[in-house]
């Protein structure tokens, strides 16, 4: 465990050159990554959310694509779709590609395509695979979609549905670095047109083997029933919250917390892990009802009183 926690810290050593501040956002992608699973980052234009997930794929010698959302981009034009090739004098139908046959997808402000394009992404992200036509094409492993989206703008927007939002394993909340951070940005960008190279720390077959280590690390008893009733809290809240977490979240808040505690260099899980790992995994899979919305309180804080009271 110590090898993996000086791995991690060269990590963020190395994407620190590139990105100023923003470790958590950092941790949390990198605790989906070892999940085998899918982020969802939400936070204002101009907060490195894309140069995080770029230079991350970097870092880790994998195949990066991103694909810019808009309002007229098609289902195929994700998945990839079938051309006419001539060859000798025969026309024949050839498979080309798509953008999501990567390693990391970036799918840029998600809520900007339509509903029809957005559920293109969800067998690739639940499966690992691609049906186009009468054909599915596996999809070369590991796999990450990790999709961001802007709190404000929200006109010409299509929001994730409910469904959709719960097959992201994380919903990263990034804000605004502080003083001396942008004092760092600023004089880091503002002055030389210096292109950093970052090292490749990790690849391929390193990421597969952390993610069996993961699910291998031992969780006790008491806290597995903690994440549990966490978890069937957010169902007894009527007067807080209008629907709760589905059992996709009490696994999710196992494998993450397992995940923190693999960054982190123990293996075993903390109360630190479930606590910290709580807010980004219950998130966008509460819907506050109006009592709570008209009071001013976000998910955040109904997260934080439902942790205060399983103890």
Do not use: W
């Amino acid at each position: 465990m110590e090898k993996y926690k000086e791995t991690f810290d060269s990590l963020y050593k190395e994407i620190g050159k590139i990105v100023v501040g923003q470790k958590e956002v950092v941790e949390q992608i990198i605790i989906t990554v070892l999940c085998d699973s899918n982020a969802l980052l939400e936070g204002y234009p101009g907060l490195a959310k894309t140069l995080a997930i770029k230079t991350m794929a970097q870092l880790m010698d994998l195949k990066f694509s991103r694909i810019q959302n808009t309002p007229d981009l098609m289902p195929s034009d994700i998945t990839g779709t079938y051309i006419i090739e001539e060859t000798s004098g025969k026309r024949n139908f050839k498979f080309q590609p798509g953008p999501v046959f990567a390693n990391i997808v970036l799918a840029d402000e998600i809520n900007r395509a339509t509903p029809k394009t957005q559920s293109a992404l969800l067998e690739a992200m639940q499966e690992k695979q691609v049906t186009v036509g009468n054909t599915t094409f596996k999809l070369d492993m590991p796999f990450f979609v990790l999709a961001t989206q802007n709190p404000i703008e929200q006109e010409g927007t299509y929001p994730l549905p409910e469904a959709q939002a719960d097959r992201f394993l994380l919903k990263i909340k990034i804000g605004y670095p502080s003083y001396d951070e942008e004092i760092e940005i600023v004089n880091k960008y503002a002055f030389e047109l210096k292109d950093q190279k970052v090292r490749v720390l990790l690849n391929k077959e390193h990421l597969l083997h952390m993610q069996t280590l993961v699910r291998q690390v031992p969780i006790a008893n008491d806290l597995k029933h903690r994440i549990v009733d966490i978890v069937t809290e957010t169902r007894k809240r009527p007067n807080l919250i209008e629907y709760g977490a589905s059992p996709r979240a009490s696994i999710g808040l196992v494998l993450a917390s397992k995940a923190r505690a693999v960054v982190k260099g123990r293996n075993y899980v903390s109360k630190e892990d479930i606590d910290a790992m709580a807010y980004p995994i219950l998130r966008h899979r509460i819907i506050l009802n109006f009592e709570a919305e008209r009071k001013g309180m976000s998910t955040d804080d109904a997260i934080k009183e439902i942790l205060n009271k399983v103890k």
